[in-house]
């Protein structure tokens, strides 16, 4: 039986995108939510899942870091970098000049903002709630419209072309975890993702636990910070460092932050990301 | 003259209330996103501004993050943390058992969710651009609706309070910035807050950082990362510590810093929020 392979949907979006990429042989379910992904892959409805964790331009997914914080059973299994191409999307045989509205989510409106202004500066920006359904949107809207969305999103709803790779930025990639109730093995070029947070607010804490990583030679490749939503100003950090957990001096590391705080999660060890990983799979 | 207050609107947010609480004889102007608020600012059409900057269960308001970092000419002068009491507003003589519709921003609409699927199982969600904005969508919507809002949305706009205090965690508290071109002077209980980042991505430069204000006994209340929007895995840092600027000690380790980065900015030194702020003003 073919392995199931939850993602924040619905079809035609970049989170889709990543999915077909990451294994194309696997069966793709939709869901509305990062959440939603997170319990399908925990209930084992699906056998794993994916979501978007960070973009280069907008920072961290806060929901994916939420879920991962709460989740105490879902692992990182691996990462994956896409970029972000938008295209302008409209019906068959639309007059440029006569877009009245441009549909699309937020964050895209945002991403193509010089493009949509140089191009459309008369024309309305309306919020969707995600790129594919602002591919539904245009498709039904009474007056002249067009959609920002993916290239994928052109086929499945059947849209037309009209402009490709109209983002602001050359820079904007996001970042995918896939989800699994298990890590990766050790492949000698890991990351490995955590968080840990403490009782009480003292000073030097903090810097007590990247020193376990830091005197061992250990990278820090990322550090966040989420609240605790207990008090403002209490905090659950997040970090990535390089190496695998079952590695001795990252295992070392590991235990001694485990004595510094006073809850450590570990969220797994994983295949770290290289620029090798944008080629497209053959599928 | 009387000074003038820019405050991300419109009229009946919270930001206003935080504007109101902090001078209530200021003239308010209210912009339409958190940069405008902030040009407002930097060109001299209003001497301060208000932005939201942390919420307790949200996290960092990352556009004003993003023009911190962006902005260097716009210093914090004040912090200010206020409670987050969401409000059911209905139009008079509202039934609330055939209420179909509830309108608010989609933030306060999570922040509300138990108590909107437990009394409203039926109703649908609609999100809003503003709770103020919620009210005048409840207003005018041809079914009976309601909207979840503030206090201060029920006076400017009408409305009647079907219930108060609505939101499903006691600990939901957004801390606020007062924007300026200075800071504050030296009062003896102050904060300083500052981001950095660096020219290449080299082991234990962060740790090295934080260890200027470690091994000086300065406490860092709050670290957090933001994306330096060039290439993923690159970040501006940002670290509020205790004390101020001018302190000889803080002052000291910002010297030491500066050194170890390639940039280093400080958005300004200010007197630390305490419980007491959270008293209102006589107005």
Excluded: W
């Amino acid at each position: 039986m073919a392995k199931k392979l939850a993602y924040l949907g619905p079809a035609g979006t970049f989170t889709e995108e990543a999915a077909l990429r990451y294994e194309p042989q696997m069966v793709r379910i939709p869901f509305t939510t990062i959440s939603a992904v997170g319990n399908a892959v925990i209930s084992g409805i699906t056998d794993e899942g994916v979501v978007p964790i960070e973009n280069s331009l907008e920072g961290s997914v806060n929901d994916t870091l939420d879920l991962l914080i709460r989740e105490s059973k879902l692992q990182i299994r691996q990462e994956l970098v896409l970029p972000i191409e938008h295209y302008l999307l409209t019906k068959e045989h639309a007059q440029l000049a006569e877009i009245a509205v441009i549909y699309s989510h937020p964050q895209a409106l945002a991403q193509c903002r010089l493009f949509l202004e140089g191009n459309f500066p008369k024309a309305q920006m309306v919020a969707a709630h995600s790129t594919a359904m602002a591919v539904e949107e245009m498709k039904t809207s009474p007056v002249p419209a067009a959609a920002v969305a993916t290239r994928r999103a052109s086929e499945l709803y059947g849209a037309t072309i009209m402009a490709k790779g109209i983002q602001d930025s050359l820079s904007n990639v996001t970042r995918f975890a896939i989800l699994s109730l298990t890590d990766h093995p050790r492949t000698g070029q890991d990351k490995t993702s955590l968080c840990f947070s403490f009782q009480e607010d003292l000073p030097g804490q903090l810097y007590g636990v990247m020193g376990e990583f830091a005197q061992r030679g250990i990278n820090m490749a990322k550090v966040e910070s989420r609240p605790t939503k207990e008090i403002l100003g209490r905090y659950t950090f997040l970090v990535d460092v390089e190496g695998h957990r079952e590695d001795p001096i990252l295992n070392g590391a590991l235990l001694m932050v485990g004595r510094r705080v006073s809850t450590l999660r570990i969220f797994g060890s994983y295949p770290a990301y290289s620029t090798k990983s944008l080629e497209p799979k053959p599928s």
